[in-house]
T-cell receptor, first 109, second 113 residues
Framework: GQNIDQPTEMTATEGAIVQINCTYQTSGFNGLFWYQQHAGEAPTFLSYNVLDGLEEKGRFSSFLSRSKGYSYLLLKELQMKDSASYLCAVGGNTDKLIFGTGTRLQVFP | SAVISQKPSRDICQRGTSLTIQCQVDSQVTMMFWYRQQPGQSLTLIATANQGSEATYESGFVIDKFPISRPNLTFSTLTVSNMSPEDSSIYLC??????????FGPGTRLTVT
């Protein structure tokens, strides 16, 4: 079967660092994606990992370990505007994406 | 990147009726996808729509309930047929520009009473 797990909710303080984990079991692998979705809005692309290791993009970084079926999204210097849902998605054997349940992050002042 | 628009942005419909949602892209794309996002939930893929062929539906979704058209490379429609309150959801279209990165439309918020 296909399964993608993320924590349901997380909280953090403005200026802090937060790590959102994602584990997956899928048939086939064509990359792992992270999307950000603010309430009432469409998801927006954050990152794409297809090889093991860390990809850094400004305050956001994403890590992948294919052998462990594991990824994380690291958010540094948290801002209030980072309060959103973060969706982990895996590209399988076809061009479609399989989404996890999403992690709702709340940033407090 | 791609600019994607959807119509309508929201609607309130009565049980038993049908609603057609339109998705327009500002560039030609081969693959378009339709998702459903129920309140507080993540995205569930309904079907993949390629131009010139029938849509491919995911488990749990059927053509009679969610007929899809893909007349050209910039446009697609999804119809939610014979609606019930369980169909209340946000419906999103997305496109794949060939780099596995999908761009999403703003979504259509549907409420069925």
């Amino acid at each position: 079967g296909q399964n993608i797990d993320q924590p349901t909710e997380m909280t953090a303080t403005e200026g802090a660092i937060v790590q959102i984990n994602c584990t997956y079991q899928t048939s086939g692998f064509n990359g792992l994606f992270w999307y950000q979705q603010h309430a009432g809005e469409a998801p927006t692309f954050l990152s794409y990992n297809v090889l093991d290791g860390l990809e850094e993009k400004g305050r956001f970084s994403s890590f992948l370990s294919r052998s462990k079926g594991y990824s994380y999204l690291l958010l540094k210097e948290l801002q209030m505007k980072d309060s959103a849902s973060y969706l982990c998605a895996v590209g399988g054997n076809t061009d479609k994406l399989i989404f996890g349940t999403g992690t709702r992050l709340q940033v407090f002042p | 990147s791609a600019v994607i628009s959807q119509k309508p942005s929201r609607d309130i419909c009565q049980r038993g009726t049908s609603l057609t949602i339109q998705c327009q892209v500002d560039s030609q794309v081969t693959m378009m996808f339709w998702y459903r996002q129920q309140p507080g939930q993540s995205l569930t893929l309904i079907a993949t729509a390629n131009q010139g062929s029938e849509a491919t539906y995911e488990s749990g979704f059927v053509i009679d309930k969610f007929p899809i058209s893909r007349p050209n490379l910039t446009f697609s429609t999804l119809t939610v047929s014979n609606m019930s309150p369980e169909d209340s959801s946000i419906y999103l279209c997305s496109v794949d520009l060939g780099s596995y990165e999908q761009y999403f439309g703003p979504g259509t918020r549907l409420t069925v009473t």
